[in-house]
């Protein structure tokens, strides 16, 4: 029994495929038969033409769309971190001095006593090399003294009399004197 229904599956199968050729074959070709599916698709379409008594109604004109495509989001600057290659300045907001001077005069100039100095001297020679310059890349500490942060010293922390000012306050506020902070230096070899 399965091997009659196979036997008719493979004659309908045989038919099914041969019989489309076979009809196309037997009908004779029209002169104007169209060769392409854009053209039996064109021949399929229709056209209307709708009146109101006295006015003819215009075929809609198709136009043109648009689409709006939402802006991506400006990128956030990324912030300027302190080094020395930038000129010492604190992330390029105060400038870094150009003036003269030497050790002495700022000291006496921001109004440390003279017998201070040697202490002064020696935390400043450790903290900067007595460059007004100086910046911590990774902290951002600045100027003679390496305020943390440079914003606390009022002026500019790069000037160094301004900076060395801020120091005594430091110093005296911290430490008692800048002979304490000398001795905590010596001790912990930071201030």
Not at 30 to 54: C, I
Not at 76 to 105: D, F, M, R, W
Not at 116 to 124: A, E, L
Not at 160 to 174: C, E, F, I, K, Q
């Amino acid at each position: 029994m399965v091997s009659v229904f196979s036997a008719l599956a493979v004659v309908g199968f045989a038919g099914a495929m041969v019989a489309p050729t076979g009809v196309a074959l037997a009908e004779p070709a029209l002169a104007d038969s169209p060769d392409s599916a854009y053209s039996v698709a064109l021949a399929d379409t229709q056209n209307l033409t709708v009146t109101v008594e006295g006015a003819a109604i215009t075929p809609v004109e198709r136009g043109s769309f648009e689409v709006y495509v939402k802006p991506k989001p400006k990128p956030k600057p990324k912030p300027i971190v302190a080094s020395e290659s930038n000129g010492g300045s604190a992330g390029g907001s105060l400038p870094p001095y150009t003036g003269g001077g030497a050790p002495a005069e700022w000291m006496a100039a921001a109004g440390i006593a003279q017998s201070d100095w040697q202490y002064v001297d020696y935390v400043v020679s450790r903290e900067s090399g007595w460059n007004p310059n100086a910046t911590n890349s990774s902290s951002g500490a600045c100027g003679l003294v390496q305020a943390l942060p440079c914003s606390k010293v009022p002026g500019n922390g790069y000037n160094p009399v301004d900076n060395l000012r801020w120091a005594t306050g430091y110093a005296t506020s911290r430490y008692g004197s800048w002979a304490g902070a000398y001795n905590f230096w010596i001790n912990n070899h930071w201030w």
